[in-house]
């Protein structure tokens, strides 16, 4: 049984940017594992560490030596290996680099023809010859998002290095990086334990750190931190407003998590929540306290990578934080002194496309197609004058002074002004939910005009984007057209919307009235009308098997919210009725391709039974599905679809349909052709049971 020693590897270098922790933690397992398996040395789990001053690994059990191999080889074809009879050099060259003599190389006939073949046999080497260089090249291909250099050497890295760490198991492997030579020193917190650390074999790696305030595990920081901001929240009366972004940011701009309470003056709270939130967390990456009232409390915490002269850093801290809010209070109180919508014409001044005009354009299309979407979808009068109300100054802040600090806060500040100047909470909550959704988790507009004017805003881009050619590639979205097409389709599918989409695209198109683009009506449609139906059929599958949604999507993608309830209702067939309803359907499509034009007749009275029964069954499911599909029943007419499969099946066992008698041929080839559309107007039930492609 072979032996195995665990390994590591640190790297201790000055202060690294928080991004390339991350990003050089994220590499390290894949560049040890591929270096590992090319020199055939097999490993347990690769443990990843880190911290400002230094990335590690830790890779469990890696063999002590290589196996010894032996494989077959195959060389280049005998024609060109030997001319009359003496080898060439092409056969010497092969036979020398897998260390056998040309007399020991075999003809071997392949496909292709005849080729020499070689079996190369090596001794296996031990690790510790071969794991320095590969460690060197692993230390030297941690990707930075830029890189520097430093001193005479050509090694580029995060920053300069100070300590190199290679242990296999207790033996230090010799390297050097960066003209730094490897060992088993390395250093505590800069601050609180600077002194020089002797590890003595990678299992006590984490532990002789932790004493010397480390923590180099990046889950043990976090949960240590979590810990510290829920005690010091609790300390200063209140609770923490907890933020996994603050804690990714912080996590690796500390070696040791330490938490400060700070405060800034209950003055500033006449501002709104998120600006408070936004100045602590933009700009300090500080974390806010929120009281039993469940108001903002006048205090922040600060997580710090020392505990020396905490009054020091907080007096520090206070300042900064004082003078960040006294700008953000001094844009406030400016912007309120202009009513949000005399801010409008200002919206000429920004482009929003070169070819497709000012912002100012666009704010005037969203509110036109709100209003459009409002009555196609017959929604009521007081729902579309909110979403009109609200589009006319959705963009106004977009000029402010608080938003041009702070850009996340558009929408935020155009609700807060609107409400501070009299406005009507149901047209205020437009300006912020029409930036809804932002992202893939991030929740849809919670309100129907709300809802309105972020379809609206999000269609006049995707359309008039496609309108000039601004298609996504596979490389590139630049103007987030993908992203804007799912919040279109979740809002539909939230809201319960029964859009039909063609209709919104000319909606949407006609607004465009004073532009020039490249694209008509029906191109532009087609070209959308697939665009949202890969989208649709992403979200849908990520809820309903795919076979369901394959065969409700050719029926009704023009409609997201027929579509998913055609979805979920095929859905609700198990998967085994699914798949034979799919194969007849199959078979019975198919067959009907050939159907000459015309309507099928009944059967003669010396034809099969079976066929009167199928004859029968789809009248009578044909009359049946007719009030089903226009109730929106369709989970019943694919009960009745699914009882009348059977009927089909038996009768293809039954009835040969390609006979030689022509007129009954014909006849049957319209009886399958009237089968396969009726039953198509629910789904294109011959998809079902098919397995989506990897």
């Given at each position: 049984?072979?032996?195995?020693?665990?390994?590591?590897?640190?790297?201790?270098?000055?202060?690294?940017?928080?991004?390339?922790?991350?990003?050089?933690?994220?590499?390290?397992?894949?560049?040890?594992?591929?270096?590992?398996?090319?020199?055939?040395?097999?490993?347990?789990?690769?443990?990843?560490?880190?911290?400002?001053?230094?990335?590690?690994?830790?890779?469990?059990?890696?063999?002590?030596?290589?196996?010894?191999?032996?494989?077959?080889?195959?060389?280049?074809?005998?024609?060109?290996?030997?001319?009359?009879?003496?080898?060439?050099?092409?056969?010497?060259?092969?036979?020398?680099?897998?260390?056998?003599?040309?007399?020991?190389?075999?003809?071997?006939?392949?496909?292709?023809?005849?080729?020499?073949?070689?079996?190369?046999?090596?001794?296996?080497?031990?690790?510790?010859?071969?794991?320095?260089?590969?460690?060197?090249?692993?230390?030297?291909?941690?990707?930075?998002?830029?890189?520097?250099?430093?001193?005479?050497?050509?090694?580029?890295?995060?920053?300069?290095?100070?300590?190199?760490?290679?242990?296999?198991?207790?033996?230090?492997?010799?390297?050097?990086?960066?003209?730094?030579?490897?060992?088993?020193?390395?250093?505590?917190?800069?601050?609180?334990?600077?002194?020089?650390?002797?590890?003595?074999?990678?299992?006590?790696?984490?532990?002789?750190?932790?004493?010397?305030?480390?923590?180099?595990?990046?889950?043990?920081?976090?949960?240590?931190?979590?810990?510290?901001?829920?005690?010091?929240?609790?300390?200063?009366?209140?609770?923490?407003?907890?933020?996994?972004?603050?804690?990714?940011?912080?996590?690796?701009?500390?070696?040791?998590?330490?938490?400060?309470?700070?405060?800034?003056?209950?003055?500033?709270?006449?501002?709104?929540?998120?600006?408070?939130?936004?100045?602590?967390?933009?700009?300090?990456?500080?974390?806010?306290?929120?009281?039993?009232?469940?108001?903002?409390?006048p205090k922040y915490l600060s997580v710090v990578n020392t505990a020396?002269?905490?009054?020091?850093?907080?007096?520090?801290?206070?300042?900064?934080?004082?003078?960040?809010?006294?700008?953000?209070?001094?844009?406030?109180?400016?912007?309120?002194?202009?009513?949000?919508?005399?801010?409008?014409?200002?919206?000429?001044?920004?482009?929003?496309?070169?070819?497709?005009?000012?912002?100012?354009?666009?704010?005037?299309r969203i509110e036109r197609l709100?209003?459009?979407?409002?009555?196609?979808?017959?929604?009521?009068?007081?729902?579309?004058?909110?979403?009109?109300?609200?589009?006319?100054?959705?963009?106004?802040?977009?000029?402010?002074?608080?938003?041009?600090?702070?850009?996340?806060?558009?929408?935020?500040?155009?609700?807060?002004?609107?409400?501070?100047?009299?406005?009507?909470?149901?047209?205020?909550?437009?300006?912020?939910?029409?930036?809804?959704?932002?992202?893939?988790?991030?929740?849809?507009?919670?309100?129907?005009?709300?809802?309105?004017?972020?379809?609206?805003?999000?269609?006049?881009?995707?359309?008039?984007?496609?309108?000039?050619?601004?298609?996504?590639?596979?490389?590139?979205?630049?103007?987030?057209?993908?992203?804007?097409?799912?919040?279109?389709?979740?809002?539909?599918?939230?809201?319960?919307?029964?859009?039909?989409?063609?209709?919104?695209?000319?909606?949407?198109?006609?607004?465009?009235?004073?532009?020039?683009?490249?694209?008509?009506?029906?191109?532009?449609?087609?070209?959308?009308?697939?665009?949202?139906?890969?989208?649709?059929?992403?979200?849908?599958?990520?809820?309903?098997?795919?076979?369901?949604?394959?065969?409700?999507?050719?029926?009704?993608?023009?409609?997201?919210?027929?579509?998913?309830?055609?979805?979920?209702?095929?859905?609700?067939?198990?998967?085994?009725?699914?798949?034979?309803?799919?194969?007849?359907?199959?078979?019975?499509?198919?067959?009907?391709?050939?159907?000459?034009?015309?309507?099928?007749?009944?059967?003669?009275?010396?034809?099969?039974?079976?066929?009167?029964?199928?004859?029968?069954?789809?009248?009578?499911?044909?009359?049946?599905?007719?009030?089903?599909?226009?109730?929106?029943?369709?989970?019943?007419?694919?009960?009745?679809?699914?009882?009348?499969?059977?009927?089909?099946?038996?009768?293809?066992?039954?009835?040969?349909?390609?006979?030689?008698?022509?007129?009954?041929?014909?006849?049957?080839?319209?009886?399958?052709?009237?089968?396969?559309?009726?039953?198509?107007?629910?789904?294109?039930?011959?998809?079902?049971?098919?397995?989506?492609?990897?």
């Amino acid at each position: 049984m072979s032996q195995t020693r665990d390994l590591l590897l640190e790297i201790g270098c000055e202060e690294l940017p928080a991004s390339f922790v991350d990003a050089a933690l994220r590499a390290l397992p894949d560049l040890l594992k591929k270096r590992l398996s090319d020199l055939r040395l097999s490993h347990g789990a690769i443990r990843t560490l880190g911290t400002p001053r230094r990335l590690a690994a830790i890779v469990e059990g890696v063999a002590e030596r290589q196996p010894d191999l032996e494989e077959e080889v195959t060389g280049p074809p005998v024609k060109a290996a030997f001319k009359d009879g003496v080898p060439t050099k092409a056969a010497e060259a092969f036979a020398s680099k897998i260390g056998v003599a040309v007399a020991d190389l075999r003809r071997v006939e392949t496909p292709k023809g005849e080729y020499l073949v070689g079996t190369r046999r090596e001794a296996g080497k031990p690790a510790q010859a071969l794991l320095p260089d590969a460690l060197a090249q692993v230390a030297t291909a941690i990707p930075f998002r830029k890189s520097m250099r430093w001193g005479a050497g050509d090694v580029a890295f995060g920053r300069p290095i100070h300590w190199v760490i290679t242990l296999f198991g207790e033996d230090v492997l010799d390297i050097e990086v960066a003209g730094v030579k490897s060992g088993r020193t390395t250093y505590g917190h800069r601050f609180l334990a600077p002194g020089a650390l002797t590890i003595s074999s990678p299992g006590a790696y984490v532990n002789t750190l932790r004493g010397a305030h480390v923590l180099v595990d990046t889950e043990e920081r976090a949960r240590v931190m979590r810990e510290r901001l829920l005690e010091a929240a609790r300390s200063a009366g209140g609770t923490l407003i907890e933020d996994d972004f603050l804690i990714e940011e912080n996590l690796t701009l500390v070696e040791e998590p330490h938490v400060i309470v700070g405060s800034y003056g209950e003055e500033f709270l006449e501002l709104p929540e998120r600006v408070i939130v936004a100045v602590a967390k933009g700009h300090q990456r500080y974390f806010n306290v929120r009281g039993p009232d469940g108001k903002l409390l006048p205090k922040y915490l600060s997580v710090v990578n020392t505990a020396e002269k905490p009054e020091n850093i907080r007096r520090g801290n206070d300042r900064v934080m004082r003078a960040r809010l006294s700008d953000a209070r001094f844009f406030y109180r400016e912007d309120l002194k202009v009513p949000l919508a005399e801010r409008r014409t200002k919206l000429a001044g920004i482009v929003f496309q070169k070819r497709l005009g000012t912002v100012l354009g666009k704010a005037e299309r969203i509110e036109r197609l709100a209003r459009e979407l409002g009555l196609l979808l017959q929604l009521p009068e007081p729902t579309i004058m909110a979403a009109v109300s609200g589009a006319h100054v959705a963009k106004c802040d977009l000029v402010s002074l608080m938003v041009g600090e702070f850009p996340e806060l558009e929408g935020e500040m155009g609700r807060a002004y609107a409400l501070a100047q009299g406005t009507s909470p149901d047209v205020a909550d437009v300006i912020r939910e029409h930036y809804q959704p932002k992202g893939a988790q991030d929740a849809t507009p919670p309100t129907d005009a709300g809802a309105l004017v972020s379809i609206a805003d999000r269609l006049d881009t995707i359309v008039g984007c496609f309108a000039i050619g601004l298609t996504p590639t596979g490389a590139a979205d630049p103007y987030g057209l993908r992203r804007a097409c799912l919040g279109v389709l979740r809002t539909v599918l939230d809201r319960g919307f029964d859009l039909n989409l063609s209709d919104a695209f000319r909606a949407a198109y006609d607004g465009y009235g004073g532009v020039t683009l490249d694209l008509g009506p029906g191109e532009l449609g087609d070209k959308l009308g697939d665009f949202f139906t890969e989208r649709l059929r992403g979200l849908l599958e990520a809820k309903l098997p795919s076979d369901a949604v394959a065969a409700a999507l050719p029926v009704a993608s023009d409609r997201p919210l027929d579509a998913r309830a055609r979805a979920t209702a095929l859905a609700g067939l198990d998967a085994e009725t699914r798949a034979r309803v799919g194969e007849v359907f199959k078979r019975a499509t198919n067959i009907a391709s050939g159907a000459p034009a015309g309507e099928p007749t009944p059967p003669r009275v010396e034809d099969h039974a079976s066929e009167k029964a199928v004859h029968d069954g789809y009248l009578e499911l044909a009359a049946r599905l007719v009030d089903l599909r226009r109730a929106g029943d369709y989970a019943g007419a694919l009960r009745e679809v699914a009882s009348f499969a059977p009927l089909l099946h038996r009768y293809f066992l039954d009835v040969y349909v390609m006979t030689d008698d022509l007129p009954v041929r014909d006849n049957r080839l319209r009886l399958m052709r009237a089968i396969s559309e009726t039953c198509a107007t629910i789904a294109r039930l011959e998809l079902l049971g098919e397995r989506k492609e990897a």
